[in-house]
Structures are given as C-alpha cells and as structure tokens.
C-alpha cells in the first residue's frame, strides 16, 4: 500500500467531521518533477514529466442544492462555500480558486455539474515547484467526473484544468503539470507533445540501473502568478509572431542561426527563442538515450538545460543555480532545476552509490552561503490521478 492509500482513512475522517457524513468516495492526484523539457509546454513542444508519490486527497460528495463547499487540511479559516451558479473568473479565496475554477471550466462547456462537498489533504510540498496546484485541481476534476458521471477521459480533465487555471486562477500555464497528475502510470517518465497532446510511456527504472533521482526542494518559494511566467511566455509569442510559426517548436536546431539572425536587435527574444530550441532538441535526445537504454548519457543534457534556463531563460536563481553547481562537482551524473523556476527544485541524477554524499554536499553547501536548508528526497515515479475508495 502507498502513502496515499494510507492516507485515506484519514481524509475519510476528516471529511465526516467537518461535513457530519460518509465521503462518496476518494481520489487522489500527484505532484511531479520534469525530467526533462521546461517552458517548452506553451510553445507546442515536448516536456517529460514523472509523477511523485507525493498525492493531494480529495474525499468528496455531491450536493443537490448547487452549493460548492471547499474544506483543506492544510489551510486556515474553515470551509470556503459558493454558489456554483454565482462562479465568475475572479478567485473567491487564494487556495480555493483552483477547484472552484474547475467546476467553473466544467460548466463553462456545458457539462452538468452541480455542487459538491470537497475535503482535501495533500502531501505535495507547495511553492516548491512541484505541481502542487495542477494536483488540487486535477483530483477536483477526477471526483467530479466521478460524482455527476461525466465519463471524461485524463486527458480531456486536464485540458478542463488547464482552462480553470488560465481563465478563473489566471495564470497562462502550458498543459504538463495537469497532463502529469492526470496521464502518469507508475515506474514511467510521460513523453508528451504538448501539440496534438500525444504521448508515450517510458520505462524509467532507475533502481535497476544502479542510479537514483533525488530532487532538491530550495524552499525558495515560486509563484507563477508574480507576472515573471506570463512575461516569458509572452515573449516567446512574440518571438513565434517576429519568424513567422505557429509556435516556436516550428523552429528546428538547424534553422536556429537563421532565426536569431531574424531576431537581431531583440536580444531578450533571442534567448528565449534559444532556450526553446535547444531545450525540445534536449528533449529529443534524452528520448533517443532512453529508449537505447543509455540512462546515464542523458546527465549531460539535463546540465545544459539548466544552463540554458539560467542563462537564456533567466528563469533560475542562486539556491537552484548552488543545488546544481555542488551535485555536479560532487559527482553527479547531472542535474537542473525543475518546473516554472525563480525558485522551487532542482532535480540531481546521481549514481545510487554517492546519493548521500551529494545530498550532504549540497545541505552543507547551502548552509554556508546562509540558505535555508534544503529538502532532499528520492523521486520515485508514481501513478497519476486514481480513485483510492
Ligand atoms: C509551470 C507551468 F505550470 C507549466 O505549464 C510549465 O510551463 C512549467 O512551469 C515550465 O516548464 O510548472
């Protein structure tokens, strides 16, 4: 049994004392880290997700009289209730604004949702890049499809979130983190095009190779909704506008030089139009390494995604660029920051032999330049959004 089944019965209980009866059921959603493929997911690119064993619990039941009742574990000032009917894109309260914009996307294209009660419990770290908001809202979504039978697929749940989190919450977030919590399966990294939204499945066991993936939680808090993402993303518009594409992923590695020749007297499109290029042909061959069962090779290119993040993207900072630097130097097989950036975690490859004597580089590292000191844990690659009761 996981954490997350574990965990059930006491979101069970939670819910019964704070709505005075049984759940109709429990689902759960995870947090995840990127692999590989970061800002590339609102340029129609390619990203490479796994899913944690981190979960949010949502123990839910529907209501007839279209009252939206919202409860957290781990949020302060009680339940926050709505009326469904009365749901307009301006969030009613910060953390409840993400599942109250899901039941909003959902009537938006005229499914029949009506109200519900909802008691959530999440072991997904917040602020730490980690998707904790795509969990919230996917596992929201999972237990209304469930509730009012709406026979919606993963996919079209994450779409339906993704336009929660743009349209009600705000923030121009691609589609990874919600395809992540929604599509991920157990012991798998997900190849998605974040284009037409096919995907693949690939085997990633690490264990067996005799390698290790710890993620570095900063504890630098990010926010996505500080203005800085929508700038990136605007500018890479600009960019896909400036060359003519679509989107910039219509922009290959061969045709780079000749884009940026385009782009010349715009130095802040050019590196993000360079990031983007480089980092989906990153993508690519940490693809072709894998399915060649060449796990190692791929350290490299994670290493030059981060540099390409920090320097062409600006999106790092001085606990993520510290993370990398010290689990590089103490023999990593590579390493990056993952998700949004401006804080959040970094990602270490490690051969399983040195795991602890990179983790403890990086804590006694941190401490020295007077950082708060690091979460460091294993990434296991868990199962996505599921019913657990
Ligand atoms: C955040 C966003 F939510 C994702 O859509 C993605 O753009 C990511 O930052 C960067 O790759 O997690």
Redesign the pocket.
């Known amino acids: 049994m996981t954490d997350t089944e574990h965990g059930a019965p006491r979101t069970a209980a939670a819910f019964r004392e704070v709505y005075g009866a049984e759940p109709t059921g429990i689902w759960a959603a995870p947090g995840r880290v990127?692999l590989i493929g970061?800002?590339?997911?609102?340029n129609d690119g390619f990203v490479m997700p796994l899913a944690l064993p981190h979960t949010t619990l949502a123990a839910a039941s529907a209501r007839t009289d279209g009252v939206l009742r919202l409860h957290s574990g781990g949020a302060a000032g009680g339940i926050v209730e709505l009326r469904v009917d009365d749901l307009r894109p301006v969030a009613p309260a910060r953390w409840a604004a993400y599942p109250a914009g899901v039941v909003w996307a959902m009537r938006e294209v005229g499914l029949p949702v009506g109200g519900a009660d909802l008691h959530y419990d999440s072991t997904v770290p917040t602020g730490a890049g980690l998707?904790s908001s795509a969990a919230l809202e996917v596992v929201t979504a999972l237990a209304l499809d469930a509730l009012y039978a709406l026979g919606r697929t993963p996919q079209e749940l994450a779409r339906l979130t993704q336009r929660a989190e743009n349209a009600f919450v705000g923030v121009p977030?691609?589609?990874?983190?919600q395809t992540a919590a929604a599509c991920c399966t157990e012991g798998h990294a997900l190849f998605l095009d974040t284009r037409d939204l096919s995907h693949r499945q690939v085997p990633f066991d690490l264990p067996g190779e005799g390698l290790r993936l710890l993620v570095v939680d900063t504890r630098v808090k990010h926010e996505?909704g500080d203005g800085a993402y929508a700038e990136r993303r605007a500018g890479c518009e600009r960019g896909a506008r400036a060359l003519g594409v679509r989107a910039l992923r219509d922009i290959s590695l061969a045709h780079l030089p000749e884009a940026l020749n385009k782009l010349a007297g715009d130095a802040v499109v050019q590196s993000l139009v360079r990031h983007i290029v480089t980092e989906n042909h990153r993508v690519e061959e940490v693809i072709a390494h894998l399915d060649a069962g060449r796990t190692r090779a791929i350290g490299p290119l994670l290493t030059a995604g981060h540099a390409s993040l920090r320097d062409d993207f600006a999106v790092s900072c001085a606990e993520l660029d510290l993370a990398v630097d010290t689990a590089n130097a103490a023999g990593a097989v590579g390493a990056r920051m993952t998700?949004?950036g401006f804080g959040g975690s970094a990602i270490v490859l490690v051969e399983e032999a040195d795991a602890q004597t990179v983790s403890t580089a990086i804590t006694e590292d941190f401490a020295a330049a007077g950082h708060l000191t690091p979460r460091v844990f294993t990434a296991v690659p868990s199962a996505g959004a599921r019913r657990v009761r």
Not at 38 to 42: R, S
């Open positions: 990127n970061e800002h590339t997911d609102y998707s977030v691609g589609i990874m983190d996505l998700g949004g």
